[in-house]
């Protein structure tokens, strides 16, 4: 029987060794990567069957529930310091934005909030782990009857930075995002061992750290100005719960 495959072109600064790298750690909680060409940026990966994401899932608790099972298994211990760091990735995205505050608009309004954040959870000294880095509902695949991983991006941070992918998952199509981040935020604070305030922090960083991200590659859309809203309405949760 032929084995099924997904021919992944990545783009010109994307590390495939890193991915390859991520999928050999992982194991069977991950697709296997058949083939890797770090020149050309391609990767030969299996195609997961059914391949359904985890928003197939109806029920937001039970995908919060398969989420978190799979989460404790994504956070690894640091054998391998040639990721990057996500404190690089916050310092050179907010320092473009605190440099060009007109290109960035309303995200670079943000900006000093999201760093104030950010130093926050530093002074907390939580320990560091390598993580999958973009753990969003749609990396979170059927395969028989488990869920595997696909596209780790590999960063090193604290493992609460795993959930912030889910997080707007979670919430980017709702109906009515107020509810869906007051749900989403309180039952992930049931089921993993950080605070409300926490996850809400990370996630407000994380929507304008990718902000700042797009913007500088002139990316203006519908994806930046959902993020923003998205930020705003993190806030406003905020200020009820402390």
């Not at 298994?73 to 040639?82: A, R």
């Not at 954040?117 to 907390?124: D, G, S, T």
């Not at 939580?126 to 880095?133: A, I, T």
């Not at 869906?180 to 750290?209: G, H, Q």
Request: aromatic residues 10%.
């Amino acid at each position: 029987m032929q084995q099924k495959v997904v021919l992944k072109l990545c783009r010109p600064n994307y590390s495939v060794n890193k991915e390859y790298s991520m999928l050999k750690k992982y194991g069977e909680l991950a697709c296997k990567c058949i083939y890797k060409n770090e020149k050309d940026k391609i990767l030969l990966l299996e195609k997961l069957e059914p391949g359904e994401n985890i928003n197939q899932v109806k029920n937001r608790e039970e995908r919060l529930k398969y989420f978190t099972q799979l989460m404790k298994q994504t956070v690894l211990e640091i054998d391998d310091k040639s990721y990057d760091t996500y404190e690089e990735r916050i310092e050179k995205g907010f320092s473009c934005a605190m440099e060009n505050k007109q290109k960035y608009g309303e995200t670079a309004s943000f900006v000093p909030i999201a760093y104030e954040y950010y130093k926050e959870i530093q002074n907390l000294k939580l320990k560091k782990y390598l993580l999958h880095g973009d753990l969003g509902a749609g990396n979170i695949i059927k395969s028989g009857n488990m869920w595997k991983v696909i596209d780790p991006q590999g960063v090193i941070c604290e493992e609460i930075f795993e959930v912030i992918k889910f997080v707007r998952s979670e919430i980017e199509n709702d109906d009515n995002v107020t509810q869906a981040i007051a749900e989403t935020i309180e039952e992930l604070s049931r089921l993993i061992p950080y605070s409300k305030e926490l996850i809400v922090k990370v996630t407000f960083i994380e929507l304008i750290r990718v902000n700042c991200w797009r913007i500088s590659e002139n990316d203006t859309g519908r994806y930046v100005n959902k993020n923003v809203m998205l930020a705003k309405e993190m806030l406003k949760y905020y200020k009820q719960i402390i």
